[in-house]
């Protein structure tokens, strides 16, 4: 099968998973791949009944998991698999995957190694805390980021308020913060 023609590689995907969910086209599908290239050899191998065998070798074939070669032998398709990785492959984390990964329920489950994902993370927590233009106490900034270290061992407020002040998501003078303004 072409992947040209398949219907959609995200639906192909989770068609493909379908089919090997199944046990025995699974055990067939995996014998396949480890050198058996008969419907016999697939039995034998497998320990499947002849009639499992056959239908299981059936189906993959149908959704073009196997193939047969010109020889006549079974065949894994590897060209349709590398297909389906390459349209599958995850591109890199957006800023919601990234928020989902380290914010939960309001709470920082930990800061991100990564700097460029840690400026995200700080941006959120800076936007969702503080409103721009408004003069925060530093006992008030020191409340409201503490609620966001309640599940986290790794971070306190202050290290927050230090990233928030070092990134200029606050500025601070004389014990008064302030969300800057967006550019």
């Not at 050899?41 to 059936?58: C, F, P, Q």
């Amino acid at each position: 099968m072409e992947t040209d023609d398949l219907p959609g590689t995200a639906e192909r995907s989770r068609q493909l998973i379908g089919l090997l969910a199944d046990e025995r086209r699974l055990r067939a599908f995996a014998a396949v791949a480890l050198g058996a290239d008969s419907a016999e050899r697939v039995a034998e191998a497998t320990g499947l009944a002849a009639k499992d065998t056959s239908l299981a070798l059936l189906r993959l074939r149908e959704q073009g998991a196997l193939t047969v070669r010109a020889d006549g032998a079974l065949a894994v398709s590897y060209d349709l698999l590398r297909e389906l990785a390459r349209q599958e492959r995850p591109t890199r984390p957006s800023g919601g995957d990234v928020l989902a990964t380290f914010v939960r329920d309001g709470r920082l489950v930990r800061l991100p190694a990564q700097w460029t994902r840690k400026k995200l993370v700080l941006r959120h927590i800076a936007e969702q805390t503080f409103e721009p233009g408004v003069e925060y106490p530093e006992r008030v900034v020191n409340e409201r980021l503490r609620a966001w270290c309640e599940a986290s061992d790794e971070i306190d407020h202050v290290t927050l308020r230090r990233y928030l002040v070092d990134l200029h998501h606050l500025r601070r003078s004389e014990g008064v913060y302030e969300r800057l303004a967006d550019a």
